[in-house]
């Protein structure tokens, strides 16, 4: 075990209550770095614990699987001490839902591109109380993120609403054009940009470097840290000196919440250099 995974381990309550290891990593002044998962392996999710991720991305809009598999990927994240974030496919009220009360600690909610779009989804991930009268979250006091109704209900939903991470993504021209009105929406914890469905939104077949990708993109990094959200970014990069300067590049910029492996990229870059190199040997195009 990485001494970084024994120091996040020995942080956790010995109650049984997850923690929000990303904003513990937050208030001690350090970056919360965490891994896309598409492949739905809870040997992977059981990987990323051990080598110390502080969090993991469900990715349930582009893996392929849905609530069950995720269910079994956020229990072994919280038994590998890594806190599950659920990437929801379409961001309806009862899969946000279903998501929170199977034990995720956050979402990452797709397509937002309006302030009506965001305002709905804070209000869905999170229980009317007190403090949170928008909340429009349903309750039920037996399902898994209550422990099955261990605690009393207002302790409950208390830790809920503050601990559930709500990320929105913003991945369309229309979303960055309404970007400052999205940030307006109180609740939202972070934004992260999705480049390449903005570059397909465009015309741009994809491509993150086009001029008119770049210009949409231009400042929003800084305008969304002037707000206080936090911004969520892949490191560019897949060798790690590609990846260190990536991240020095985005702390630069203020970036805390980093991204730093999708499992099926990296095993994709693996197994093709690996076939080639065994192929072709000292011959091989393609560094190991």
């Known amino acids: 075990m990485t001494q970084s995974n024994q120091t996040a381990r020995s942080t956790s309550p010995s109650d049984g209550k997850a923690i929000n290891r990303i ?114 979250r349903g309750a039920c006091p037996s399902v898994r993120s209550t422990r099955y109704g261990s605690p009393a209900w207002a302790e409950h939903a208390t830790r809920s609403n503050r601990d559930c991470a709500v990320w929105l993504l913003v991945e369309s021209a229309e979303g960055m054009d309404n970007l400052p009105q999205i940030l307006d929406v109180p609740g939202i914890d972070g934004i992260q940009f999705g480049e390449f469905d903005l570059a397909v939104s465009m015309g741009c077949d994809g491509d993150r470097s086009h001029p008119a990708v770049l210009a949409k993109l231009e400042g929003a990094i800084e305008l969304v840290r002037s707000r206080g959200i936090d911004v969520i970014c892949f490191l560019d990069g897949w060798d790690r000196a590609a990846a260190a300067a990536s991240r020095e590049r985005l702390a630069a910029k203020g970036c805390r919440i980093l991204l730093g492996a999708v499992d099926a990229r990296i095993v994709f870059n693996v197994f093709r250099d690996r076939c080639d190199a065994a192929r072709h040997g000292a011959h091989s195009l393609k560094g190991i």
Do not use: N, W
């Not at 937002?112 to 305002?119: D, L, T, V, Y």
């Open 23 to 136: 904003r513990t990593r937050l208030e001690a002044g350090e970056a919360a770095v965490g891994a896309f998962l598409q492949l739905g392996s809870t040997e992977i999710v059981e990987i990323a614990g051990e080598v110390g991720y502080d969090f993991v991305v469900i990715d349930c809009e582009h893996g392929a699987f849905g609530l069950e598999t995720a269910v079994q990927l956020i229990r072994t994240a919280e038994a590998a001490g890594t806190m599950p974030i659920v990437r929801v496919a379409g961001g309806t009220l009862k899969e946000l839902g279903q998501f929170l009360d199977a034990g995720a600690m956050g979402l990452l909610v797709p397509q937002i591109a309006s302030a009506e779009q965001a305002r709905a989804v804070v209000s869905a991930s999170k229980y009317r109380t007190e403090k949170f009268p928008a909340g429009t």
